[in-house]
C-alpha cells in the first residue's frame, strides 16, 4: 500500500512541474496608470491573476491592512511583490498585461483602444479570448472607480463596478441564512452579526475568482449587468483577481487559497464528537459528564465550557468558586475519556474585570469615535472590547490564557461573540431582548488600534483569531500553515480565515426544521468562501419562541429533529452539538444535551452517528489533507463536481433549486441529504451525472443498491438513516483511499 502512495504522489509531482514549464510567465512586473487625480497599480499576482490597486491622490505606503499573501503560496517567479511595476503612463494608453492564462488591457469607453479602464481576458486553449468582466463604465455614468470623502480627513470612501451578464453565477461571499448558493441579484451588508459572516471572495461560473481585500464595511451589489464592491472607509482600493477553465472550481480554489491562505491539517482528535451546551456550570458537573461517557463508553474528543463560567467579562479565567481546580478537572476528564477541553471567552471586558484597570492603561481596549469609549453592554455591565488589532492586547489575551486555562490542560479556545464593533449583538441599547433579529441602528463606529469601525471593522474577528494562532504557534514552537495540535472555534471570520487553526461554525440558529434546512447553503457558501473548517451547532442553538417544542428535549417533535440534525453533522468537517435546551424534568442546572439524553429509542441512532464518524475518521483525514495540501474543498456544493457532466446540475444551481441549496458532496465519494421535514418515512434526492460511463454509479449506502446518474430517486430514509449515497467502494472510503 505504501508504495502505491508514493508513486501517485510523484506522479502527481511530474505533473505540476509539466504545467508549470507550460506557464505563460508575466510579460512584466506591471504596470501603473495615473489619470487625473487617480493612479492604479496592475500587478501579475498568483497563477492566472493580478493584483489591482488603485487611490486618489496620496500613494500607499504598502503597510495596509492586507489578507492575502504577498508572495502569494503559489505562482511564477517573476512576478511582481510590493509596490513593483515596470511601465508608468498617463491613462490615454492601450497596454497589455499577461500572466499565464490571463489578460489585463486598458480601454476607453465603449472598449475603444486608449483608454484608463480596465477589462480581464482569459486566454483560451485555442488561443481565443474570453472576457470575464470588465469595469463598468456604461455611457454617462459614475466611472467604475468611484471615490467620495464623507469626513474630513483623506480617508474616502469607493465604490467600484465590473460588468457581469444576466447569466453569470456567483458563490461565495461568507456566510448568510439565506438558502442562497447562487448569489447573483442579491446586496449584501458587509457588517457582522452574528449567523451574518458577509466576506468578499467569490468564484464566477464563467472561470474565475475575486477578492476585494478590504478591511472596511461596506456592500457587495450583484446586480444583472454590474457587480459593484462599496468600502466605507479606505486610504487605498485593493482587490485581486484569478481564472480557471470554467467549472474547474478546484483550481480556481487553488488559486484563490495560494492568495488568501491554505487550511492547515487539524489534530486526528479533532475530528471525533464534539460535546457541548448551554451550559455545563461547574466542575462537578464536567467531571460527573465525563464519567458518564466513560461508563457508557460513548467516544468523545471535546469536552467544551461555554460563556458565563467566569467571575466577570474579561477575567479570562474560571470563576474559581465553581472551578476550584481547572487541572485536576482537565486531567480527570483526560483520563477518563481521552477527550480534550475548551473554553469559551467573549472579547469584553466589564469594568468589575479583573484585567479591566491593566489594559486600559496600556490602551488594549477599543473606544468609540464619541462618548466615553463603552462599545456596549451586556447583562448588566458595561462594557469595552479588547482591541484585536493591537498587537500588545493580543499578547495579553493570549498570557491570560495561557495562565489561567492552556496551562492547566485547557487548550482549546471557543472565541465567541467575535463578530467585532459591539459584542456582535444588537445588545446596546436594545432592550437586553434575549431574541434579537436584527441590528436596529448602526454598530457603535468603535475604534481600534488599526482604525475606526468603519475602516477597518472586517479585520476585528480576523485579528482575533490570529490572537489565539499567536498563541498557539508560540506555545508548540510550531509555523503557521504546519498541523495544528489545539484548534479554536469562531463565530465570525473573514478573508483567508482558513489560514488559523480555527473552526468556523453558522452562529445561534433557532431550533426549528426552517434552519436546519438552511444551515446547508451557508455551509456551501463558507466552502465557495474559501472556508474548509466549518461547522455548526447540532439541534440547533436556540428555541424560536412562537414554536412551542422547539429545544425541548422531552417533546417528540423536537427529539426527532435533532436527530436528523445530528446525524446530518456526522457528514460536516467537524462534528459538534451544542445549544440552549428546554426540558419538562430538569436533572442538571440547565437541561441535557448529550447523546443519551433524547429518548430511549433515539439513543442507539445517535450512538451509531458518532460511531459511524469514527469510522470515516481515515476518509475525512484524507479531506482534510488534501485541502490543506491543494484548497480542495471538503463540503462541495454540486457544481464543483458536476457542473460539466450534468446539465441539470448547472442549470439548478442558476436557480437556486433546492436539490442544489440541499444536497451536497462531502469530499469526493459522499452525497448527503440531510432530512428536513418531520415524520418522513423517506426522501426524494437527485443524483448527479458524474463524468465517466459507469452505467450505475451510485451506492446508496444502508441498502447497497446501486443507481444510475441524472435522475430522480426516492430512497427510504426512516429517522435512522440519512439519505447518503456513495461512489466507488466502500472499502476504498473507510480506508481514506479515495484520491
Ligand atoms: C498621452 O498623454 C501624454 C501626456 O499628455 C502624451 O504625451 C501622449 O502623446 C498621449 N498618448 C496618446 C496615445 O494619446
Ligand atoms: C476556442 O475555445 C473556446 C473555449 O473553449 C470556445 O468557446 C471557442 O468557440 C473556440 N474558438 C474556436 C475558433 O475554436
Ligand atoms: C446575569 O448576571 C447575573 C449575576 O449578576 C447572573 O445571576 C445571571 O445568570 C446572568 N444572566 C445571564 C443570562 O447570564
Ligand atoms: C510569541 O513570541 C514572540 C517571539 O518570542 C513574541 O514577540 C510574541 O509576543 C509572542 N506572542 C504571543 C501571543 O505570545
Ligand atoms: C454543580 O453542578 C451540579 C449539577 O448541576 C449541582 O448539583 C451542584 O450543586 C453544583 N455545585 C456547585 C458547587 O455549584
Ligand atoms: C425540494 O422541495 C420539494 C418540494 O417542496 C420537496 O418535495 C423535496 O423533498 C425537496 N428536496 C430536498 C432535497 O430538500
Ligand atoms: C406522521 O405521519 C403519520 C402517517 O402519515 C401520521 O399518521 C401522523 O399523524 C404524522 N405525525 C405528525 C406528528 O405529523
Ligand atoms: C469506460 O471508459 C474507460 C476509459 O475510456 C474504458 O477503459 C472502459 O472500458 C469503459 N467502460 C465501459 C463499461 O464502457
Ligand atoms: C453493504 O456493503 C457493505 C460493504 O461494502 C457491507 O458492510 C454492508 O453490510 C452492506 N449492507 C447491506 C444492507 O447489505
Given at each position: 500500500m505504501p508504495s502505491i502512495g508514493v508513486a501517485v504522489c510523484a506522479l502527481w509531482v511530474v505533473g505540476v512541474v509539466a504545467a508549470q514549464q507550460d506557464y505563460h510567465q508575466p510579460t512584466s512586473k506591471g504596470f501603473r496608470m495615473q489619470h487625473g487625480f487617480e493612479t492604479v497599480l496592475v500587478q501579475p499576482f498568483g497563477y492566472d491573476g493580478f493584483r489591482i490597486r488603485a487611490w486618489p491622490f496620496q500613494p500607499p505606503t504598502g503597510q495596509e491592512i492586507s489578507f492575502v499573501y504577498d508572495p502569494p503560496l503559489e505562482g511564477p517567479e517573476d512576478e511582481a511583490h510590493g509596490m513593483q511595476f515596470d511601465t508608468a503612463f498617463i491613462g490615454n494608453m492601450s497596454e497589455e498585461l499577461r500572466n499565464g492564462n490571463m489578460i489585463v488591457r486598458t480601454s476607453g469607453w465603449g472598449g475603444n483602444p486608449g483608454g484608463y479602464r480596465l477589462a480581464f481576458y482569459r486566454v483560451e486553449a485555442n488561443g481565443t479570448e474570453t472576457l470575464l468582466t470588465n469595469e463598468y463604465a456604461p455611457l454617462k455614468s459614475i466611472n467604475p472607480r468611484y471615490y467620495s470623502w464623507a469626513g474630513p480627513g483623506s480617508e474616502f470612501s469607493a465604490e467600484f463596478s465590473f460588468s457581469t451578464t444576466p447569466d453569470e453565477q456567483v458563490y461565495g461571499t461568507g456566510t448568510q441564512q439565506d438558502h442562497i448558493v447562487n448569489k447573483k441579484g442579491m446586496t449584501i451588508d458587509l457588517v457582522n452579526f452574528n449567523t451574518h459572516i458577509p466576506t468578499p471572495v467569490f468564484m464566477s461560473n464563467k472561470g474565475y475568482g475575486f477578492v476585494w481585500n478590504m478591511a472596511s464595511t461596506g456592500r457587495m451589489e450583484f446586480g444583472q449587468l454590474r457587480n459593484r464592491f462599496t468600502a466605507d472607509a479606505a486610504t487605498v482600493v485593493d482587490y485581486f483577481i484569478v481564472a480557471a477553465t470554467p467549472g474547474d472550481y478546484d483550481t480556481l480554489q487553488q488559486r484563490l487559497s495560494a492568495l488568501t491562505g491554505r487550511a492547515p491539517t487539524p489534530p486526528d482528535w479533532s475530528l471525533g464528537y464534539i460535546q457541548s451546551k448551554l451550559r455545563y456550570e461547574n466542575q462537578t458537573e464536567v467531571i460527573l459528564l465525563a464519567e458518564e461517557f466513560q461508563k457508557r463508553n460513548v467516544p468523545v474528543s471535546l469536552i467544551v465550557i461555554d460563556y458565563?463560567?467566569?467571575?466577570?467579562?474579561?477575567?479570562?479565567?474560571?470563576?474559581p468558586r465553581l472551578w476550584p481546580d481547572v487541572a485536576e478537572m482537565a486531567h480527570k476528564v483526560k483520563i477518563l475519556t481521552k477527550a480534550e477541553m475548551m473554553a469559551s471567552l467573549w472579547p469584553s471586558v466589564a469594568d468589575n474585570s479583573l484585567n479591566y484597570l491593566e489594559m486600559m492603561a496600556q490602551g488594549f481596549l477599543s473606544a468609540t469615535r464619541s462618548g466615553p469609549g463603552t462599545t456596549d453592554s451586556w447583562n448588566g455591565s458595561y462594557i469595552r472590547n479588547y482591541d484585536s488589532t493591537n498587537p500588545g492586547a493580543r499578547d495579553f489575551l493570549w498570557k491570560t490564557l495561557k495562565h489561567n486555562y492552556f496551562d492547566k490542560g485547557?487548550?482549546?479556545?471557543?472565541?465567541?461573540?467575535?463578530?467585532?464593533?459591539?459584542?456582535?449583538?444588537?445588545?446596546?441599547?436594545?432592550?437586553?431582548?434575549?431574541?434579537i433579529q436584527s441590528i436596529p441602528f448602526p454598530m457603535p463606529d468603535a475604534l481600534y488600534a488599526a482604525g475606526s469601525q468603519r475602516s477597518v471593522g472586517k479585520l476585528y474577528p480576523w485579528a482575533h483569531q490570529q490572537a489565539i494562532e499567536e498563541g498557539y504557534r508560540n506555545e508548540t514552537s510550531t509555523k503557521m500553515g504546519s498541523p495544528c495540535d489545539y484548534l479554536s472555534l469562531s463565530r465570525s471570520g473573514y478573508i483567508g480565515s482558513q489560514r488559523f487553526c480555527s473552526m468556523i461554525w453558522s452562529g445561534d440558529t433557532t431550533a426549528v426544521w426552517e434552519t436546519l434546512g438552511s444551515q446547508v447553503a451557508s455551509g456551501l457558501s463558507a466552502a465557495a468562501t474559501g472556508w474548509g473548517w466549518w461547522t455548526l451547532d447540532a439541534g440547533g442553538f436556540q428555541a424560536d419562541p412562537t414554536v412551542p417544542w422547539s429545544a425541548n428535549i422531552d417533546t417528540s417533535e423536537y427529539r426527532e429533529l435533532y436527530v436528523r440534525w445530528l446525524q446530518w453533522?456526522?457528514?460536516?468537517p467537524f462534528m459538534r452539538t451544542h445549544g440552549s435546551r428546554a426540558c419538562d424534568v430538569q436533572t442538571a442546572y440547565t437541561c441535557d444535551n448529550e447523546p443519551?439524553?433524547?429518548g430511549a429509542t433515539n439513543t442507539p441512532i445517535i450512538l451509531s452517528y458518532i460511531h459511524l464518524r469514527y469510522q470515516l475518521a481515515r476518509y475525512i483525514q484524507a479531506l482534510f489533507s488534501q485541502l490543506h495540501r491543494t484548497g480542495r474543498m471538503i463540503m462541495r456544493p454540486l457544481y464543483m463536481d458536476f457542473e460539466i457532466s450534468d446539465a441539470r446540475v448547472a442549470e439548478w444551481t442558476q436557480k437556486n433549486n433546492n436539490v442544489t441549496t440541499q444536497q451536497y458532496m462531502f469530499g469526493p465519494r459522499l452525497l448527503v441529504t440531510p432530512v428536513t421535514v418531520s415524520n418522513v418515512t423517506e426522501w426524494s434526492v437527485y443524483l448527479p451525472q458524474p463524468a465517466?460511463?459507469?452505467?450505475?454509479?451510485?451506492?446508496?449506502?444502508?441498502?447497497?443498491e446501486t443507481y444510475a446518474g441524472g435522475q430522480m430517486v426516492t430512497v427510504p430514509a426512516p429517522v435512522e438513516h440519512i439519505p447518503l449515497f456513495h461512489l466507488g467502494s466502500r472499502s476504498d472510503i473507510m480506508n481514506g483511499n479515495v484520491f
Open positions: 458565563q463560567s467566569w467571575a466577570a467579562q474579561g477575567d479570562w479565567g474560571l470563576d485547557i487548550k482549546n479556545f471557543w472565541i465567541d461573540q467575535a463578530d467585532g464593533g459591539s459584542l456582535g449583538e444588537a445588545y446596546e441599547n436594545n432592550g437586553q431582548s434575549d431574541y453533522t456526522t457528514f460536516l443519551w439524553s433524547y465517466g460511463n459507469e452505467t450505475k454509479p451510485w451506492t446508496y449506502w444502508w441498502t447497497n
